[in-house]
Nanobody, 124 residues
Framework: QLQASGGGLVQAGGSLRLSCAAS????????MGWFRQAPGKEREFVAG????????YYADSVRGRFTISRDNAKNTVHLQMNSLKPEDTAVYYC???????????????????WGKGTLVTVSS
């Protein structure tokens, strides 16, 4: 089970930190990803992190502004979002992919567990 939290309302240029807590699994066996879905748009990939945390990958739209990290001892993955823009407004979801190699996800392919989302609203 995955549970995302940390969303809220923030002004453009501000920051938020999202967290995703995992339970009922060996967290370090899973690559993790963050995704988002804006109103009227399809879900899109935001960031991915390998099972060890040693590799990360970002969508072009967030690279340099967002940072994904994980704490395997606490079964959590985070998304630090800086320099937020109104176009970052969306419901953000975390997802997990059971993997056997240490690679960072670059899409939703293989994601087999999804958490409920958390809403991020960035005002202009």
């Amino acid at each position: 089970q995955l549970q995302a939290s940390g969303g809220g309302l923030v002004q453009a240029g501000g920051s938020l930190r999202l967290s995703c807590a995992a339970s009922g699994r060996t967290f370090s066996n899973y690559a993790m990803g963050w995704f988002r879905q804006a109103p009227g748009k399809e879900r899109e990939f935001v960031a991915g992190i390998s099972r060890s945390g040693g590799s990360t990958y970002y969508a072009d739209s967030v690279r340099g502004r967002f940072t994904i990290s994980r704490d395997n001892a606490k079964n959590t993955v985070h998304l630090q979002m800086n320099s937020l823009k109104p176009e970052d407004t969306a419901v953000y979801y975390c997802a997990a992919n059971r993997v056997y190699t240490d690679y960072a996800p670059t899409s939703a392919y293989g994601m087999d567990s999804w958490g409920k989302g958390t809403l991020v609203t960035v005002s202009s």
